[in-house]
């Protein structure tokens, strides 16, 4: 990803662009593991709020929600197995997850979690490593 901004003819910032920016680096400082240093995973998407990364050494899938899911979140795409964990960057905590019979990834989000200042990442750990891309 790319991004490219300047200032106006005025040479004078504006405060949105600025407000934007500073959330950009917020939002790094807690969830950059997510980010730097990792690779695609197999699938790179869920619907329009959902996007995947792996950890380069594999030890991690990364499920970046574009926008805050609430009390729970919802995967159809990973299937972790029992032994995994799921964590939320930022937050020392092991979050409670589920698989329902439709194969579906439940994550409760706890309410001390609710309303942080930044849209979330979820750190899930597969209990044997699974989180290798197709090649």
């Not at 934007?20 to 699938?43: F, H, Q």
């Not at 709020?49 to 792996?54: E, L, N, Q, Y």
Request: proline residues 8%; aromatic residues 10%.
């Amino acid at each position: 990803m790319q991004i490219g901004f300047g200032s106006p003819p005025t040479g004078k910032w504006q405060s949105e662009m600025i407000e934007r920016v500073a959330y950009l680096g917020d939002w790094l400082k807690v969830n950059g593991e997510a980010i730097y240093k990792t690779r695609p995973w197999k699938r790179w998407n869920e619907g329009k709020t959902i996007r995947f990364t792996r950890s380069k050494d594999d030890k991690y899938i990364y499920a970046i929600s574009l926008e805050w899911p609430g009390d729970k979140l919802t995967l159809r795409s990973v299937r972790p197995q029992p032994g995994s964990s799921i964590t939320m960057l930022g937050w020392n905590g092991l979050l409670r997850w589920e698989m329902n019979d439709s194969k579906e990834l439940t994550v409760v989000i706890p309410a001390e979690l609710q309303n942080p200042p930044v849209v979330p990442v979820f750190r899930l750990t597969p209990s044997k490593s699974k989180a290798r891309s197709r090649k």
